[in-house]
């Protein structure tokens, strides 16, 4: 079935460290990769996003990774700040009706980043 | 371009009752999803309109449905509401179904 495992949970780690989450999708039909970031009381806003037909994409901190082998994917975050705590979102698009697609979503991992 | 709206922001129903959200996606936009968010459950995905029809949807029963109109605008309607309805209720919109999708801010729902 349609099915995004994220992980961890929750994420702590000291300013200026790296933090990496993982996710684990079911379809192997999947080709599109978001990942969105939610602070406290806000709207998801999309961070980075990666297509099947690519094996990393970077936007200066942050950078996504996928093995369409394994079917997971992971965001990495390098020199971490206060800034980047909030809750992070991967999700997975699958085949919908009609050949169209949705995303599914992973459960979320928190990050804490302490100064 | 203007962002994902949703109204209102805040509800607040008791159980039994009925509530309409709505949802205007960025100009453009033709696809409108709905999730609900709860503290645990992530988000789940509730139903997908493009082009005024409904395309997907999640496993929610059939109290939570929705529509959408000729400019793209949709509504979400939740039928006899029940305590586990409280949540918050987020649309996104897209170009197209399952790819770049933007967020509103959300609907609070409380059904007390």
């Known amino acids: 079935g349609e099915n995004v495992e994220q992980h961890p949970s929750t994420l702590s780690v000291q300013e200026g460290d790296s933090a990496v989450i993982k996710c684990t999708y079911s379809d192997s039909a999947s080709n599109y990769f978001p990942w969105y970031k939610q602070e406290l009381g806000k709207r998801p806003q999309l961070i980075i996003d990666?297509?099947?037909?690519?094996g990393e994409k970077k936007d200066q901190r942050i950078a996504v990774t996928l093995n369409k082998t394994a079917k997971h994917f992971s965001l990495h975050i390098t020199e971490t700040q206060p800034e980047d705590s909030a809750v992070y979102f991967c999700?997975?698009?699958?085949?919908?009706?009609?050949?169209?697609?949705?995303?599914?979503f992973g459960q979320g991992t928190t990050l804490q980043v302490k100064p | 371009k203007a962002g994902v709206t949703q109204t209102p922001r805040y509800l607040i129903k008791t159980r039994g009752q009925q509530v309409t959200l709505s949802c205007s996606p960025i100009?453009?936009?033709?696809?409108v999803s709905w999730y609900q968010q709860t503290p645990g459950q992530g988000l789940q995905f509730l139903f997908e309109y493009f082009s005024e029809t409904q395309r997907n949807k999640g496993n929610f029963p059939g109290r939570f449905s929705g529509r959408q109109f000729s400019n793209s605008r949709s509504e979400m309607n939740v039928s006899t509401l029940e305590l586990g309805d409280s949540a918050l209720y987020l649309c996104?919109?897209?170009?197209?179904?399952?790819?770049?999708?933007?967020f509103g801010p959300g609907t609070r729902l409380t059904v007390t």
């Open positions: 999700a997975a698009s699958v085949l919908g009706s009609g050949n169209t697609g949705k995303l599914i």
């Open positions: 100009s453009g936009h033709r696809s």
């Open positions: 990666i297509r099947s037909n690519v």
């Open positions: 996104a919109s897209s170009l197209v179904s399952g790819n770049e999708q933007y």
